[in-house]
């Protein structure tokens, strides 16, 4: 069971000349799957935004096998490996029911984007790294 799934889309343009989706477009299924898993974290407001935003610090994939265009969408399972005062670590792996074809990892830092500088996680965003992380 993973903690979250987001159902991908492929688009005709990911695949490249050998027919099947670039590797740099995997970084765009991660973050897509992570934009709408930290949706009900992300402050409502531009101003709270700027202080309360979160960006990725470190990315490492491993490509399993090539994932050819299809209309079916490809599951992203994301979840929470480890997590500390102002960092924690997402796990994924993009798949369908058959094949494997990424696991990955990005490290995220809770950021203030006002006084470019990293700040501690707040108590609500505690709670939801808590909610995500691998048991």
């Given at each position: 069971?993973y903690?979250?799934?987001?159902?991908?889309?492929?688009?005709?343009?990911?695949?490249?000349?050998?027919?099947?989706?670039?590797?740099?477009?995997?970084?765009?299924?991660?973050?897509?799957?992570?934009?709408?898993?930290?949706?009900?974290?992300?402050?409502?407001?531009?101003?709270?935004r700027?202080?309360?935003?979160?960006?990725?610090?470190?990315t490492?994939?491993?490509?399993?096998?090539?994932?050819?265009?299809?209309?079916?969408?490809?599951?992203?399972?994301?979840?929470?490996?480890?997590?500390?005062?102002?960092?924690?670590?997402?796990a994924?792996e993009?798949?369908?029911?058959?094949?494997?074809?990424?696991?990955?990892?990005?490290?995220?830092?809770?950021y203030s984007?006002?006084s470019?500088s990293?700040?501690r996680?707040?108590?609500a965003?505690?709670?939801?790294?808590?909610?995500?992380?691998?048991r």
């Amino acid at each position: 069971m993973y903690p979250y799934t987001y159902a991908c889309q492929l688009r005709w343009s990911d695949a490249d000349a050998y027919g099947h989706v670039n590797n740099a477009q995997f970084l765009s299924y991660m973050e897509e799957a992570r934009t709408r898993m930290f949706q009900e974290v992300v402050a409502a407001s531009e101003g709270e935004r700027l202080q309360n935003a979160f960006v990725v610090s470190r990315t490492a994939i491993d490509y399993r096998t090539p994932l050819h265009y299809s209309p079916e969408p490809v599951d992203v399972h994301v979840w929470v490996t480890k997590a500390s005062a102002a960092t924690f670590e997402l796990a994924y792996e993009i798949r369908d029911a058959e094949q494997l074809y990424v696991e990955a990892t990005t490290m995220i830092v809770a950021y203030s984007l006002e006084s470019s500088s990293p700040r501690r996680l707040s108590d609500a965003e505690r709670a939801f790294v808590a909610r995500y992380m691998n048991r």
